[in-house]
Each structure stands twice: as structure tokens, then as C-alpha cells.
């Protein structure tokens, strides 16, 4: 499992809204996923950025069922309603 400083550079994806949602993601929130919500939060930095854009931005479907409750966890806390 990777630290949160190994991690911080692949939060970095381009666009400024997601680099924004997701490097806030890691420093608020790192200390209290546990080791299954890390290992998604992982998992969910190797996607790609258009799925990130369409899952964390755009509110689509997560067509990954082990990744939805990190997509809706880090979306609650980015994102209104």
C-alpha cells in the first residue's frame, strides 16, 4: 500500500477540478480510510481521467462496483447534494 505523499502525484491529473478533489481527498480524509478504503482510493487513481471526470465530476454511473463507495464518498465531501 502506498503512502499519501507517493500518492499525492497521481491525484495530479491534469485538470485543475480533479487535482483540486482529489489531492483535498488525500490530506482530509487518508487518516481515516481504512486499509479497504485506501486499497479503492488506489485502485481508483489508476483509472483513467475520463472515467474520474465522468464518475467524480459528472456524477455518471460507476460501471465498477468495488470503486463506487470511494467515488461517492469523495464526491460527497467535493461536491453539493
Known sequence: MNTPSALLWRCRR????????????L???WAGL???????????LQREDADLQRWLLYGEAVEVA??????ARV???????
Do not use: Y
Open 34 to 44: 481504512d486499509a479497504d478504503q485506501r486499497r479503492a482510493l488506489e485502485a481508483l
Open 66 to 71: 468495488d470503486l463506487a463507495p470511494i467515488v
Open 27 to 29: 490530506e482530509h480524509h
Open 75 to 81: 464526491r460527497s465531501t467535493f461536491v453539493p447534494g
Open 14 to 25: 491534469g485538470t485543475k477540478e480533479l487535482d483540486l478533489m482529489l489531492e483535498g481527498f
